[in-house]
Nanobody, 122 residues
Framework: QVQLVESGGGLVQPGGSLRLSCVAS????????MGWYRQAPGKERELVAV???????NYADSVKGRFTISRDNAKNTVYLQMNSLKPEDTGVYYC????????????????WGQGTQVTVSS
């Protein structure tokens, strides 16, 4: 059974930086796209950034130029570097993998981590 585990959240002042990590564990042959989502209190979960297995990226307009998503396929890990953080970036950040190959001809779909809290406040 595959799992995603996030780390790196915390409390940071406006203008500060954080780096989130998400490691996929279990029997893994390959991982398709991986992404970061966030959910603020009272709001729906939203896409922050996504990266394909080939390295193509896409970002929410609200984080373009401030956040950078990257991945290390050898380590089954995706990162989110967050700079120039704003109070509106506060929320629980979730890692997602849309498709993980666990055996030949077998895939696990739509895998989520447990989330990591990011709070931006002075």
């Amino acid at each position: 059974q595959v799992q995603l585990v996030e780390s790196g959240g915390g409390l940071v002042q406006p203008g500060g930086s954080l780096r989130l990590s998400c490691v996929a564990s279990g029997t893994i042959f390959s991982i398709n796209a991986m992404g970061w989502y966030r959910q603020a209190p009272g709001k729906e979960r939203e896409l922050v950034a996504v990266i394909t297995s080939g390295g193509s990226t896409n970002y929410a307009d609200s984080v373009k130029g401030r956040f950078t998503i990257s991945r290390d396929n050898a380590k089954n890990t995706v990162y989110l570097q967050m700079n120039s953080l704003k109070p509106e970036d506060t929320g629980v950040y979730y890692c997602n993998a849309d498709k993980i190959k666990t055996k030949p001809f077998m895939w696990s779909l739509d895998i989520w981590g447990q989330g990591t809290q990011v709070t931006v406040s002075s």
